[in-house]
């Protein structure tokens, strides 16, 4: 990597940091609808933002690259110490991820629920068998039952 201009540093660490050095050099129609989004999420990182806006990244990825994109993503927050607020329909992605999980309401707009997420980091796998995930997820399922079910009126 020597001798290359500071973006292509740059754009090779982040590449390397989503699983996609090697394809560098590929046109973007030769990349699949997840490789695409991973190199979205490279690409916003590249300008080191002070908050990063990510809503649904993961939902286009199958199963186990959504796993491993989770864990880069918190190797990548505590790296470069960017706040993120990240929306996601999937209650152990949010709990995984967060600091705060703010369940919104359905009728009308607002927060039903402002849950403090106390793991301990760094977060790994395991974390997601932890008697503390365990707790925060069922605390969470209520809340967002009691909204979904307004919308069937029960």
Not at 15 to 21: C, D, I, T, Y
Not at 113 to 121: G, N
Request: net charge neutral.
């Amino acid at each position: 990597m020597l001798g290359l201009p500071e973006p292509e540093n740059i754009a090779l660490e982040l590449l390397r940091m989503v699983g996609l050095e090697r394809f560098a050099k590929a046109y973007p129609k030769a990349l699949s609808g997840g490789m695409q989004q991973r190199v979205a999420i490279a690409r916003a990182l590249a300008t080191k933002p002070i908050l990063l806006l990510m809503d649904e990244p993961f939902g286009a990825l199958d199963a186990q690259t959504r796993s491993v994109m989770q864990e880069e993503l918190l190797k990548i927050w505590d790296r470069f110490g960017t706040s993120v607020v990240f929306i996601t329909h999937d209650v152990d992605e949010a709990i995984y991820l967060a600091d705060r999980v703010i369940v919104m309401r359905t009728e009308p707009g607002g927060v039903k629920a402002d849950i403090a997420i106390d793991l301990p980091r760094p977060r790994t796998p395991e974390t997601l068998s932890s008697p503390g995930f365990e707790r925060l997820r069922k605390t969470i399922h209520r809340a967002v039952r009691e909204e979904s079910l307004k919308v069937f009126n029960r």
